[in-house]
């Protein structure tokens, strides 16, 4: 159980278009989920924290109207890059948030990531 | 199907104590295994193994990967409270096609006793 889908897992596209990633909680329900940009050999960096029915919240140096985070529902959050450019090439991970009491509660689970090239 | 692995899904250990946390993979095209410390909702990195046999160490944390036998372990040294959090081990795919996937585990939840 637990598992987090991502779709695309690879997209490319031109500069100045807009490319949706989709994080789907498949066999439990996250009113929180996650959205993290990957850099090679560094940490996984916290873009935003997606939140069910209400606004996401974003760290500090992440541009809201760059990056556009829907939470429709208590199974699916998406992330769009609006106007992607070239630095905007990354690997973006998503991760869902087990509800509940221990020891599984609080849980991460994690996709298994979207490359966006960007050209 | 892809897999990555990890043993044991939870641990309690006094301070003063050695750990050692299991990561096994089966992946059909192999990059790279990192390990990372979970504490709040970003995980830190902590290890990238691409090679056999050889230690990557940091302080009292240190990691090997086996290539052949498919895992990974990570040890960590004289535990202090502060290493109590959820380790994470995952595994890169070679990006040779369009399926360039990052598998995570389920992760160790590790809990240090003073």
């Known amino acids: 159980g637990a598992v987090v889908s991502q779709h695309p897992s690879w997209v490319i596209c031109k500069s100045g278009t807009s490319v949706k990633i989709e994080c789907r909680s498949l066999?439990?329900?996250?009113?929180?989920m996650f959205w993290y940009r990957q850099f090679p050999k560094q940490s996984l960096m916290l873009m935003a924290t997606s939140n069910e029915g209400s606004k996401a919240t974003y760290e500090q140096g992440v541009e809201k109207d760059k990056f556009l985070i829907n939470h429709a529902s208590l199974t699916l959050s998406t992330l769009t890059v609006t106007s992607a450019h070239p630095e905007d090439s990354s690997f973006y991970i998503c991760?869902?948030?087990?509800?509940?009491?221990?020891?599984?509660?609080?849980?991460?689970?994690f996709g298994e990531g979207s490359r966006l090239t960007v050209l | 199907e892809d897999k990555v692995v990890q043993s044991p899904l939870s641990l309690v250990v006094h301070e003063g104590d050695t750990v050692t946390l299991n990561c096994s993979y089966e992946?059909?095209?192999?990059?790279?295994l990192l390990w990372y410390k979970q504490e709040k909702k970003a995980p830190t990195f902590l290890f990238m193994l691409?090679?056999?046999?050889i230690e990557k160490k940091s302080g009292r944390l240190s990691s090997i990967l086996d290539k052949k036998e498919l895992f990974s372990i990570l040890n960590i040294t004289a535990t202090q409270t502060g290493d109590s959090a959820v380790y994470l081990c995952a595994v890169e795919n070679y990006p040779m096609n369009r399926d360039d996937k990052i598998i995570f585990g389920k992760g160790t939840r590790l809990h240090i006793l003073p």
């Open positions: 066999d439990f329900q996250a009113t929180t």
């Open positions: 991760s869902a948030c087990l509800e509940g009491p221990l020891p599984r509660g609080g849980e991460l689970f």
């Open positions: 992946v059909t095209n192999f990059r790279s």
């Open positions: 691409t090679s056999s046999g």
